[in-house]
Each structure stands twice: as C-alpha cells, then as structure tokens.
C-alpha cells in the first residue's frame, strides 16, 4: 500500500500539536459544520418559541419585571464605592496583587503550552464540579480560562471581605449577590467555553444544541413564561414503590397532617415509641427515600417503634391555618394519638428543620403553661431555633420582601411551592441552575434519575396566615430566642424553660440553617444537651446511613458558648452519626417489650397527602 502524501506533514503537525500541548482542542472545521447544523436545524424551534412567547406569556413577564430585585443591593453597592474611593490605596494594593497572578498565570500558561509540568496558580475549591473534565487541566487555552475566572472571583470575594465601614448585612448582601452574578458568568456556562460542550457538539453535529432548545422551550412553557429548568423526570419515582416503601400505615388524619405508623422490625422494641416532625417545606419522605438509605427504616431496625408526621400540602381552603395550628394538629395531636394506640405515656421526638424549629416551640409551649410533657428525649436535625446569624436565607427576609410575600399570599391563600423552591435554588446556584443549564440546554441531555433531586421538586406550599407569622417572628424579628417573645394559645412562651434532654445534630457545610447558628440553641435550652457536627450539607450529612461509610461527625460532651471553641475541643469520628445518636437515645428509650403489631388503618403508607403536588 502506497504511503499518503499526507504522512509526514501530518506527523510534523500532530507533533507540533504535542509540542503546544494542544491535543485537547476540538477540530476547529467539525465544531464550524455542527455549529452551522445547529442553527439551521434550530430555525423552526426559535420561531415556535418566540410565537408561544408572544401569545401567553407576555402578560406575566411584564408583571414579572416590573417586581423589584429579591433584596436590596443598590445602597450597599454604593457604600462599597464610596468605601473604595475613601480608601483607594488599600484597593489599588489588592489590584496590584491581582495583577501580579494574572501576570503568573500568563508564564505558567506559556510554560504549559511548551509541555512544561506548572503548579496552577489558583484552584477551584474543593467539591467544585463544574470544571471535573480533563481538558479543564490537560489543555492550556482551557485551564487558562478556568484559572482567570477564578482570580476574578478572588478578587471580588476579597474586595467585599475586607471592606470596611460596612454592616455584616450589607457585606452579606453583596457576598450573595457578586456569587450569583460569578456563579452566572462561569466558563462553563457557555458553548465555547466549556469543553464537554463543544467535543459533544462536535460528536452530534450539533443536535446537542437544538435538543437543548427544544429543552428550553419545553421549560419555558411549563413555567408559564419563567424558566423552570427540570431537574429530575417526574416519572422515574413512584412514591410508594421506589422511594417512601417503608411498611406502614395512615392511623389517623386531619386537616394538615396523616400519622403514619410504621412495621416493626425486631423481636421486641424500645418502650417509648418514636415520633418525627418533618418540615412542611418539603415532603417527610427525604427520611424514607430508598431501603439503603432510609432513616425511618433504620430506626426501626434499632427496635424503635417509629410514627411519622405526613404534612399535607394545603391549598386555599388552608389559608388561615396558623403555627399555632401546625403545632396543635401536629405534634401534640400525634402525641395523643400515639399514647392511644400504644398505651404509652411517654415518647421521644425528632425535629427535622422547619419540624425541629415546631419541636422546639412545643416543648417551650408545653414547659410554659404548665402541661404535662410527655417527650422524654428532643432530637433536633438541623434546626433554627436562634435566626440571628440565618445564612444567605436571611437576605429574603427583609421588610420589602416579606411585604411583597404578604401581597402574594393575600391573592392566593398560600405561598405557592415554586416560590420557595426558586429561592433554595439561588441559594446553590451552581448545584441546582447551572449545573442543569449545561446538562439540559448544552449538552442536549434530561436530567438524570435521582431520588434526591426528585424529592427536591416535590417542594409544598405554604398557608398564609402561617407562614406569614413565621417569617415576621422568627427569620426577621428573631422572637423566639426572647423570653414571652411570642404567643401560641395564649401562653408566652420561652424556650429557656425546656428541661428535656436534647440531641442537637448539625451539618458542616449548610447553607440553608448555618451550624453555628444551630449550635446557639445549645445556649438557650435548661436540660442535658449534646451537639454533634456532621460533614456535608443540610440534606446529604442528615441522609448519611452506616452502609455508605461516608464523611465523618465531631462530638464533644460539653457546650461552650463559642462554637469555634466547640469545635476545637470535638472529637472526629469517621462515617454516619447514627449509631452515635442511637447510643445517646437508647438512655431514654425505655426498656424492651414485645413489637407493636401494625393494624389495618385508614390506608397504605406513605399515603394521600403525599402524593399532592404543589403549584
């Protein structure tokens, strides 16, 4: 076979390629081609989406923008020039320094293309996955766009860190706001930017983008105008059958919550049956997703006899419900529903979140006016009970915003799921927007099949009058930590007065209850009390089962008012704090009796009101 007359240029090309360290690039005349496919393919779609656009959702875009932003960042962003121009030497430092690593990131970017090995000159922080692709290393031309980004991104985090003459609030406030607009602007956002796009938009000629068309203009149109981006198939879980398959049963119900009790799984149980409280922002099934995973089942397997709250998810007809209704027809109806079936006087309890903050207010409740309590032991998941230090939550909770919830509940009744679900999305803007933004509009692709993220759009919605008062009195005015602060039933209540022996576990990294936050109601209760500290985040370090020997937990036995100074004295422990809590709750969970046998009740776990969805 005759040699190509191609060969040696081709071999002297493919090692000059080598010699640039620039194998990583994609064929500049494929991605052309694909390109050009794309958009003569993608003609029709941008004319169907303009015309849908027209026709039904202009109305509620101008409606939509003529609301004003989430919170106020004009004023701060002004004190931060002004700051900047009272202080420019110290700005100018930081530029310089800025200046200084671009300069090193330009050699190290020369040396890489000559095949030299070179330290980055910065790093994405750790669990960053948006530039886990090879060529966002391997090749220069992307590793030096990776590494500019992310010096812009330290400087801005640096400018806003080491302004003075600022209110932490105001610091916070630009903080969230420069993330949003970095996370927003990422290389890895945009077609030609980001690796993995262009080599899939070369492999399908294209078809990636004009899939993600069709994506996005499917998401457009079932947000009725605003983008909801679909983050997990509606249809790959069925409640009952993939994910919530604990046996159980609904034994009671009423207007906002079915009793699910649940099957015993050894030869006797603890005397005190079990309750759990789940927050109502969610479905309680984050506790029940699958087998391997499920912490109800694993409480049962330790021989507790477990109940769960299934908060229904309330519509108009719900709208005056109020927290102190949560609290009647929640907790303490279930307490005496429980004592009912299983003659039981005592109980211990477990608070999920928005559930422990309800926890804490029964407790309070129930030590205020006097009441018998029956909770021998509290556990408390990730629980707000002091809003003082709330995390990026709090900057939604201003007056401006909650006068403008306010107007929204007032028209509807309820503050609609999609709401709150958008606002934990721009709280993990990266995790739960970008991330989907490449995967289903980029790279053409559906979301994949993840119980997580299913149970993370099963959000619920929020009666007014309830939700209302929680917001004033708890994120905004923070009440609960002041002694008569707030009202329930006509009881001033005060969560100093809880004696109850209480279990408070807390997660590193949650952006949703921060743990030094958390930790402060370890200052507030009376009672004997243990902090644990979990690795992960809000969900992740609470759905943490003993079989995945996953990240790590500190303890410690005392609980100083620093929570650094905590922390400092805590002792690491590697894989899941379950076991741990078990050893803590087994001292008041009773002595062994024969298992609670499950009776026919009103229906099948997990139940009706589960399987309502919100807006």
């Known amino acids: 076979m005759p040699r190509s007359k191609k060969t040696v240029a081709d071999n002297d090309n493919d090692k000059d390629k080598k010699n640039l360290n620039l194998e990583h690039m994609p064929d500049p005349l494929a991605l052309s081609q694909a390109l050009m496919n794309a958009y003569q393919k993608s003609q029709p779609l941008f004319a169907e989406m303009i015309e849908n656009y027209n026709k039904e959702f202009a109305k509620k875009q101008s409606e939509a923008a003529a609301n004003p932003l989430p919170f106020n960042m004009v004023e701060p962003a002004f004190d931060l020039l002004g700051t900047m121009a009272s202080h420019p030497m110290k700005y100018w430092a930081m530029q310089m320094e800025h200046a200084q690593k671009q300069a090193d ?45 992310l010096l812009a991104c330290d400087l801005v985090n640096k400018t806003i860190e080491n302004t003075t003459g600022l209110s932490e609030k105001k610091k916070d ?9 970095m996370d927003a602007l990422s290389p890895s956002n945009f077609v030609f930017t980001n690796p993995e ?20 203009n499917r998401d457009l149109e079932r947000g009725q105008g605003e983008l909801d981006i679909k983050m997990s198939d509606p249809n790959a879980f069925t409640l009952g059958k993939d994910i919530a398959t604990t046996e159980g049963q609904v034994v009671y119900e009423n207007d906002l919550m079915q009793l699910i009790q649940y ?9 005190r049956p079990l309750l759990i409280t789940p927050p ?31 908060w229904v998810n309330p519509d108009t007809k719900l709208a005056k419900k109020t927290f102190e209704d949560y609290m009647r027809e929640g907790p303490l109806t279930a307490l005496e529903q429980i004592e009912k079936i299983t003659g039981e006087k005592e109980c211990n309890a477990v608070g999920y979140c928005l559930g422990g903050t309800l926890l ?27 809003f003082e230090h709330a995390g990026d939550m709090k900057l939604f909770m201003g007056d401006q915003q909650i006068d403008q919830l ?22 993990r803007a990266n995790d739960l927007i970008w991330s989907f933004v490449v995967n289903n509009y980029l790279m053409g ?20 009058s309830m939700h209302s008062f929680y917001l004033k009195n708890m994120y905004r005015d923070n009440l609960l930590t002041q002694p008569g602060g707030i009202e329930i039933g006509g009881v001033k209540i005060d969560i100093r007065k809880i004696k109850t022996p209480c279990y408070f576990l807390s997660t590193k990294d949650d952006h949703i209850a921060p743990w030094k936050a958390t930790y402060q109601t370890t200052q507030l209760v009376s009672g004997p009390k243990v902090f644990t500290l979990a690795a992960s985040g809000h969900i992740a370090g609470v759905i943490n089962p003993p079989v995945q020997d996953k990240y790590c937990f500190w303890s410690a036995q005392n609980a100083p008012a620093n929570p650094d100074k905590w922390l400092e004295n805590a002792e690491e422990q590697n894989g899941s704090w379950w076991p741990h809590w078990q050893s803590w709750i087994e001292t008041y969970a009773g002595d062994k009796t024969s298992p609670r046998m499950l009776k026919k009740g009103l229906e099948a776990a997990p139940g009706r009101y589960v399987r309502m969805r919100g807006d």
Request: glycine share 4%.
């Open 263 to 271: 099957a015993p799984k050894t030869q006797s149980v603890f005397e």
């Open 105 to 149: 990131l330009w050699q190290s970017t020369i040396k890489k293309m000559a095949g030299e090995d070179v330290p980055p000159v910065i790093e994405p922080p750790k669990g960053d996955r948006r530039f886990r692709a090879a060529e966002w290393e391997e090749s220069p031309f992307f590793d030096f766009i990776k590494q500019y980004y």
């Open 360 to 386: 804490a207010t029964t407790l309070a409740y129930l030590e205020c006016s006097k009441k018998r309590n029956p909770i021998t032991s509290a556990t408390f998941l990730t629980t707000l009970v002091d």
């Open 280 to 310: 109502w922002i969610n479905k309680y099934y984050i506790l029940d997703l699958r087998p391997e995973n499920s912490y109800i089942k694993w409480a049962l397997e330790q021989g507790h006899t477990v109940f769960c709250i299934s």
């Open 406 to 427: 306010d107007e929204l509940m007032r028209k509807s009744g309820v503050l609609p799921a999609s709401n709150m679900r958008k606002t934990f999305s721009l709280l």
């Open 173 to 181: 406030t630009l903080a969230f706001t420069a993330r949003l607009i």
């Open 197 to 216: 796009v262009l080599h899939e938009t070369i492999k399908t000629g294209g078809a990636n983008l004009v899939k993600g068309l069709e994506n996005f």
């Open 445 to 464: 692709k559906e979301p994949f099949p993840f119980d997580l993220l299913y149970w993370n759009d099963d959000s619920t919605n929020m009666p007014a």
